[in-house]
């Protein structure tokens, strides 16, 4: 059984920083490519950002590029999330997906991606 467990979420300031962390089990997980999304209330979840299953390849919501950094390690299958210069639209509830199969690349949609954790919220006040 696959289990996803974030971490680290939390509040704070605009301007500010935070690194999740998604600990990963139930799955060869040097095979999948993983991803963060985030649901605030009222609005669908919207995909963040995907890393392949090597780690080579990283893709990104226009709305956090140059701000937000994944990363893997797939000795520690563990996938992380920093983000810096968080702002107010920020604010929202943070979920660790995996791919629905190995080695493919979940089209950085919901649809495509099926294990999925629990979320974390980050609240960023103003």
């Known amino acids: 059984q696959v289990q996803l467990v974030e971490s680290g979420g939390g509040l704070v300031q605009a301007g500010g920083s935070l690194r999740l962390s998604c600990a990963a089990s139930?799955?060869?997980?040097?095979?999948?490519?993983m991803a963060w999304f985030r649901q605030s209330p009222g609005t669908e979840r919207q995909c963040v950002a995907t890393i392949s299953w090597l780690g080579g390849t990283t893709r990104y919501a226009d709305s956090v590029k140059g701000r937000f950094t994944i990363s893997r390690d797939n000795v520690k299958n563990t996938v992380y999330l920093q983000m810096n210069s968080l702002k107010s639209e920020d604010t929202a509830s943070y979920y660790c997906?995996?791919?629905?199969?190995?080695?493919?690349?979940?089209?950085?949609?919901?649809?495509?991606?099926?294990?999925w954790g629990q979320g974390t919220q980050v609240t960023v006040s103003s």
């Open positions: 139930g799955l060869p997980f040097s095979s999948y490519t």
């Open positions: 997906a995996a791919a629905r199969s190995p080695h493919y690349d979940g089209s950085f949609q919901s649809g495509g991606f099926g294990s």
